[in-house]
């Protein structure tokens, strides 16, 4: 085999190793929505490995809905659990979808209004 592409295929084994050891692990690893259905309150309850950025985004299902403003609820959090109340009685009865964006990543949730 040429040097060359020796050199080249060893550095891309190389990298694909460190990438994949180097990627962060998921920082949720549990997310509770209570009650359900909800009525008056919600309480988004979840726990973080590690510390990131969180947001919060609410949607009417199909269609966005007044609040869905990530800067609704955005802040840097620590490892462990933390919650986030909605005050949502008067919100229509109908079925929400909630982007707990963790890092960036999307965690999708349904909610169902009573």
Same mark, same amino acid.
């Not at 190389?14 to 008056?40: I, K």
């Not at 949607?59 to 490892?79: E, H, I, K, N, V």
């Not at 933390?82 to 960036?104: M, N, T």
């Given at each position: ?13 190389? +990298?694909?190793?460190? +990438?994949?050891?180097?990627? #962060? ?8 929505? @209570? #009650? !359900? ?15 990131? %950025?969180?947001?919060? !985004?609410? @949607?009417?299902?199909? $269609?966005? +809905? *007044?609040?869905? %403003?990530?800067? !609704?609820?955005?802040?840097?959090? %620590? ?8 005050? +949502?009685? %008067?919100? #229509?009865? *109908? $079925?929400?979808?909630?982007?707990? $964006?963790?890092? *960036? ?6 909610? $169902?209004?009573?």
């Amino acid at each position: 085999m040429n040097p060359i592409r020796l050199l080249a295929a060893l550095a891309a084994a190389a +990298c694909l190793s460190a +990438c994949s050891w180097l990627a #962060p692990e998921p920082a949720v690893s549990e997310v509770q929505v @209570y #009650p !359900r259905p909800f009525n008056g309150t919600v309480r988004i309850s979840f726990r973080l490995d590690r510390s990131a %950025d969180v947001a919060l !985004r609410l @949607y009417a299902s199909p $269609l966005p +809905c *007044g609040w869905s %403003d990530p800067q !609704r609820y955005a802040q840097r959090l %620590d490892a462990g659990w933390h919650d986030i109340q909605i005050g +949502c009685s %008067d919100f #229509p009865r *109908g $079925l929400y979808e909630a982007d707990l $964006l963790v890092d *960036g990543a999307p965690y999708r949730l349904q909610l $169902l209004s009573n």
